[in-house]
């Protein structure tokens, strides 16, 4: 379905309304080593599902998302293709799995060269982000609509953090360079939104290490905007991650019937 159907707030033109369709590219063809040995991070259980179908589920929970690209393993799209057949997911929704590169660069520009070209905003969504809010997904969509190239869910810090120069050697105690100042700074989120043009256009450009989709977009000079995230949105990322992540699928199974 497409976000034509999606009620939509009246400060957006008419004409954009129905002329944007929305796309999410979901890389999923990391190993996950920080969770430990075993089967891909994307794959590993959350309350019995894979973490992969909850994020995928999370994207097609947005009326506005009409089409949801996974990118699998290299040799395992076949095994991801099967799993999202084996599993309820919403029927307005269509879903698209193909292989991955070697980098989560790389994984993201064979997603969005998957994409159909009626597809004018395109979310990239980390699989180990699997109980983003509908809400969280619905905003940052608003916001490209109105006119952003590139937004990014965030949330303030609760730390405090120092800059260090790094140690030589593991264990070596690191000397701080600097205390940024925490009310400028933001812990980064995904879902994270584009206008189509402007990624594909980052990906064609920006070469070397980046931590997020974002960054590429920041070295070509657009800006980037943030709106709220939200703390259920955390990145499973070690063993104990994915114990506060089955905390947080059971009480909202528990309040909510999720």
Same mark, same amino acid.
Request: net charge negative.
């Given at each position: 379905?497409?976000?034509?159907? $999606?009620?939509?707030?009246?400060?957006?033109?008419?004409?954009? $309304?129905?002329?944007? $369709?929305?796309?999410?590219?979901?890389?999923?063809?990391?190993?996950?080593?920080?969770?430990?040995?075993?089967?891909?991070?994307?794959?590993?259980?959350?309350? %019995?599902?894979?973490?992969?179908?909850?994020?995928?589920?999370?994207?097609?929970?947005?009326?506005?998302?009409?089409?949801?690209?996974?990118?699998?393993?290299?040799? %395992?799209?076949?095994?991801? $293709?099967?799993? /999202?057949?084996?599993?309820? /997911?919403?029927? +307005?929704?269509?879903?698209?799995?193909?292989?991955?590169?070697?980098?989560?660069?790389?994984?993201? #520009?064979?997603?969005?060269?998957?994409?159909?070209?009626?597809?004018?905003?395109?979310?990239?969504?980390?699989?180990?982000?699997?109980?983003?809010?509908?809400?969280?997904?619905?905003?940052?969509?608003?916001?490209?609509?109105?006119?952003?190239?590139?937004?990014?869910?965030?949330?303030?810090?609760?730390?405090?953090?120092?800059?260090?120069?790094?140690?030589?050697?593991?264990?070596?105690?690191?000397?701080?360079?600097?205390?940024?100042?925490?009310?400028?700074? #933001?812990?980064?989120?995904?879902?994270? %939104?584009?206008?189509?043009?402007?990624?594909?256009?980052?990906?064609?450009?920006?070469?070397?290490?980046?931590?997020?989709?974002?960054?590429?977009?920041? +070295?070509?000079?657009?800006?980037?905007?943030?709106?709220?995230?939200?703390?259920?949105?955390?990145?499973?990322?070690?063993?104990?991650?994915?114990?506060?992540?089955?905390?947080?699928?059971?009480?909202?199974?528990?309040?909510?019937?999720?």
């Amino acid at each position: 379905m497409s976000d034509e159907s $999606r009620p939509s707030p009246a400060q957006t033109p008419p004409d954009a $309304r129905t002329q944007t $369709r929305t796309a999410a590219v979901i890389p999923a063809a990391g190993r996950g080593v920080r969770l430990g040995p075993g089967a891909p991070k994307a794959l590993r259980a959350l309350g %019995g599902t894979p973490m992969l179908i909850h994020a995928v589920r999370a994207m097609a929970a947005s009326r506005a998302v009409s089409l949801v690209v996974v990118v699998a393993p290299p040799d %395992g799209a076949a095994e991801v $293709r099967n799993l /999202l057949d084996a599993h309820a /997911l919403p029927e +307005r929704t269509d879903f698209l799995v193909v292989p991955g590169g070697a980098s989560r660069q790389e994984s993201v #520009r064979l997603g969005l060269d998957a994409l159909p070209p009626a597809y004018d905003i395109v979310l990239v969504h980390d699989a180990a982000r699997p109980l983003v809010p509908v809400d969280t997904v619905d905003a940052v969509i608003e916001a490209v609509r109105e006119g952003a190239p590139a937004v990014v869910p965030a949330v303030p810090l609760a730390d405090t953090v120092k800059q260090v120069e790094p140690a030589t050697a593991p264990g070596e105690p690191e000397p701080v360079v600097a205390t940024p100042e925490r009310a400028r700074l #933001r812990a980064v989120q995904t879902p994270q %939104g584009f206008d189509r043009a402007t990624l594909v256009r980052a990906h064609e450009t920006v070469t070397g290490e980046v931590t997020d989709d974002a960054s590429m977009v920041e +070295r070509l000079g657009p800006t980037v905007v943030v709106v709220p995230g939200h703390e259920e949105a955390f990145k499973v990322t070690r063993p104990l991650d994915l114990v506060l992540a089955e905390a947080v699928l059971a009480r909202r199974r528990l309040n909510d019937g999720f």
